[in-house]
């Protein structure tokens, strides 16, 4: 079955940027979405299609995808961006999840 | 506005059946590719099935096949998840969430989720 690898934590001090890598077997192939989920609720879709960005979406966040690897990139991340982050693609008929990123804005 | 209320999730013991629904508001339910995700205490998202609009194709992750079914019923604005012989590893929090886009698969992405339903599958 298909697998995307997520990084389990990446760290960021509050200004710089953060960078969230999601892999898979030719992923660049495959759309890929990604979703912020902060403790206690329900998660949230922050790109989709590699690097469009939802209404309501702040422009700081923003994705790219190509070969073995997307990247999640949060420019002059806040405190309030500190979240469990998670990629996701299709793949045939399944749908799957990376194991998801903790990111602590320090 | 737009919404996906959850409902149905309890306490149950291995080899037992549940059904969660998914009430939707505020879209036109019948234009949308419907999932359910679950999330285990403490661990990360678990695609688990997904219906196309008319309902003409589902599709189900691995560990519950044979076990789970997904269906909708498009008068009611309903979407429904019938859970047959639960086993402990099925115990997580399920969202029902709307899929983004017409396609076939839809990939645009869950742009609306519930808040979620606790199953717990224990004796």
């Known amino acids: 079955s298909y697998e995307l690898t997520q990084p389990p934590s990446v760290s960021v001090s509050p200004g710089q940027t953060a960078s969230i890598t999601c892999s898979g077997h030719k992923l660049g192939d495959e759309y890929v979405c990604w979703y912020q989920q902060k403790p206690g609720q329900s998660p949230v879709l922050v790109i989709y299609q590699d690097n469009k960005r939802p209404s309501g979406i702040p422009e700081r966040f923003s994705g790219s995808n190509s070969g073995n690897t997307a990247t999640l990139t949060i420019s002059g991340t806040q405190a309030m961006d500190e979240a469990d982050y998670y990629c996701?693609?299709?793949?045939?008929?399944?749908?799957?999840f990376g194991g998801g990123t903790k990111l602590t804005v320090l | 506005e737009v919404q996906l209320v959850e409902s149905g999730g309890g306490l149950v013991q291995p080899g037992g059946s549940l059904r969660l629904s998914c009430a939707a508001s505020g879209f036109t339910f019948s234009n949308y590719w419907m999932s359910w995700v679950r999330q285990a205490p403490g661990k990360g998202l678990e695609w688990v099935a997904s219906?196309?609009?008319?309902?003409?194709?589902?599709y189900f992750v691995d560990s519950v096949k044979g076990r789970f079914t997904i269906s909708r019923d498009n008068a009611k604005n309903s979407l429904y998840l019938q859970m047959n012989s639960l086993r402990a590893e099925d115990t997580a929090v399920y969202y029902c969430?709307?899929?983004?886009?017409?396609?076939?698969?839809?990939?645009?992405?869950?742009?609306?989720w519930g808040q979620g339903t606790t199953v717990t599958v224990s004796s």
């Open positions: 219906i196309k609009q008319d309902g003409s194709e589902k």
């Open positions: 969430a709307r899929e983004g886009g017409s396609s076939t698969p839809p990939l645009m992405g869950m742009d609306v």
């Open positions: 996701q693609a299709w793949d045939s008929s399944t749908e799957v």
